[in-house]
């Protein structure tokens, strides 16, 4: 690693630990369980102005969905500002602040946004529009991240993926790959404990035409759930130390999406 490199890598170490440290110090006793009805309610459009926003896609949740709420919204709009707030702090990006924009996966303004993310996958589904549509966002140079989800859920998430790339090899990623190593951050390790469970994260990967010379078009964080970590980054609900990793995999899969 450049001198340049490790100082960028300490520095952007310190300023997520010292953001994390006084967001939290202005938030204790706020806690964890704000109410489902504040949660994004739905599609959101936010005006396009060529800077960087986060996009989150919004789909009709599975019938096996437990609770009845809509999953793709877990942890939305906190989780997206917060995250906005560490990249503005760490890199040259200037990101759209006041949350992000919601979008089915049939909407054309979807390929205005390099990255974009899905929670719940385990109670994804899809019209055959939307299939289409996720395809074409795909391989015209989109990147899409799955996050929470675990155990059973992985059947549906394969199944609906599947629909959209049906000959995608589902290939695990290690701490080595050059998303956790390259783009941004040069992890340590990306084995850390999920906000929920014993269970051990587990990362997979699709790339381009499954030839791993190329483009990561898909990661999945399978056992984990980042969002979570981002939502409630300004409460006592996890040690900071967990909010950092969560956060530094969320720079790395946007870097690495804007620069492959």
Known sequence: ?????????????????????????????????????????????????????????????????EYHDL??????????????????????????????????????DLFKYPFAYVSEPGYWTMTPQEVANARAYLLKGGFLVFDDFREYHWEN?????????????LVPLDVHNPVYQDAFFRMKSIDFQPPYGDWMPVYYGVYENNDPTRRLMVIANYNNDI????????????????????YKLGVNYVMYALTH
């Open 1 to 65: 690693m450049t001198a340049w490199g490790r100082r960028r890598g300490w520095a952007a170490v310190r300023a997520i630990a010292a953001l994390g440290l006084i967001v939290i110090a202005t938030a204790q006793g706020r806690g964890y369980g704000r109410q489902r009805e504040e949660l994004c309610p739905g599609p959101i459009k936010i005006p396009y102005d060529g800077k960087w926003a986060f996009a989150r896609v919004a789909f009709e949740p599975s019938s096996e969905a």
């Open 71 to 108: 999953k793709w919204n877990h942890d939305c709009p906190r989780a997206e500002m917060h995250f906005a707030k560490i990249l503005k702090e760490l890199t040259l990006l200037n990101p759209y602040m006041e949350g992000g924009a919601v979008f089915t996966l049939d909407d054309p």
């Open 157 to 169: 998430f394969e199944e609906q993926l599947h629909r959209v790339l049906p000959d995608a090899k």
């Open 227 to 246: 969002g979570e970590y981002w939502e409630w980054s300004d409460t006592d609900y996890a040690p900071i130390e967990l909010n950092n990793e969560a």
